[in-house]
């Protein structure tokens, strides 16, 4: 059975005018259960992510100046990342959602799960929140596998945005592969196909660069191709997705013409990845998406490409 992480304390991340709101998971909730999908999930329960495990990724430095943005009553992080009072509370229980996740799929519990957590996260520097997020969750999930002894992950990012906080996080890490197909060129404005790492982690990232108009079955022939090599070099013990659904046609911020039937082939893709490397070991995190309708929609299909992979 895939473990389903939400919480609707989640909702209380208020952001006021803004794409990243709470009518965001509002819609996917609702169309889970209309589905029913829901109740094929198990539920569990997890705690805030611990500030030790924060420091695993993140500067005290960041930590400590989001929380006083917070005690102040909230403000802005960046010109486009909003701070409520209640917000880096939030930011701390999706973290320890992810990190949760991932515990309980390396012990065997199951071997997938899907958090459906806000803010999103994979824009986050160690050092800085940026791009609507406070924390990096994803980064956070494959520092939690290292530190119980994985030695090869894999994370994969579909959103429309480039993942530039996780890849700088892991930049000169081997042991963390990152792979990256998104909109070029287009915010945060790094991903080029050029950007492969650094150091021990030479090799260990791997940019696929979109332009916008490019049709469906190019970026399906481009992507495939493309993350089928990858992992095959890596042979990750443990697949992480950053899965944003900013790249749907509808999207108002982002929209790479897919569709949402686009997104159950990327499922599908992934999981294949995971049980032909990693026993079938996967953990998917929400990112972007902005259509609460389109988002919803393609949420849907996902987590039932996660169900139809249970054993």
């Not at 094929?40 to 500067?59: K, N």
């Not at 909230?74 to 701070?83: E, F, H």
């Not at 390396?106 to 800085?128: M, Q, T």
């Not at 399906?220 to 191709?225: A, I, S």
Request: with cysteine; net charge negative.
């Amino acid at each position: 059975m895939t473990l389903l992480y939400y919480d609707p304390r989640f909702l209380d991340h208020h952001t006021g005018d803004h794409p990243e709101c709470p009518g965001r998971l509002q819609q996917i909730v609702s169309q889970l259960a209309a589905n029913g999908l829901d109740r094929r999930c198990c539920q569990p329960e997890w705690e805030p992510i611990r500030r030790t495990q924060l420091l695993g990724v993140h500067f005290e430095e960041q930590i400590a100046h989001l929380e006083g943005i917070a005690q102040q009553g909230g403000g802005q992080a960046d010109s486009v990342t909003v701070v409520s009072e209640v917000s880096v509370d939030i930011a701390k229980l999706a973290a320890g959602a992810v990190c949760n996740a991932v515990g309980r799929v390396l012990k065997g519990e199951d071997s997938k799960a899907l958090c459906l957590v806000r803010p999103p996260g994979h824009h986050a520097l160690a050092e800085r929140a940026m791009g609507f997020c406070l924390f990096n969750n994803i980064a956070l999930g494959a520092r939690a596998a290292l530190d119980q002894g994985v030695e090869r992950v894999l994370i994969v990012d579909w959103d429309v945005h480039h993942g530039n906080g996780t890849q700088a996080i892991f930049y000169n890490d081997p042991r963390v592969a990152f792979f990256s197909a998104h909109r070029w060129p287009f915010y945060p404005g790094t991903g080029a196909e050029d950007e492969t790492g650094t150091g021990d982690g030479l090799g260990a990232t791997r940019n696929v660069p979109v332009e916008f108009g490019t049709s469906r079955k190019v970026y399906q022939e481009l992507v495939r191709r493309e993350l089928e090599d990858f992992a095959a070099r890596i042979k990750p013990e443990l697949v992480l997705i950053s899965a944003g659904f900013d790249a749907h046609r509808s999207d108002p911020i982002g929209s790479l013409g897919l569709e949402v039937e686009d997104f159950i082939w990327l499922s599908q893709l992934t999981l294949e990845i995971a049980e032909t490397y990693a026993a079938g070991r996967l953990v998917s995190t929400l990112e972007g998406g902005y259509n609460p309708t389109a988002l919803a929609e393609s949420v849907a299909v996902h987590l039932e490409a996660l169900l139809a992979a249970d054993p």
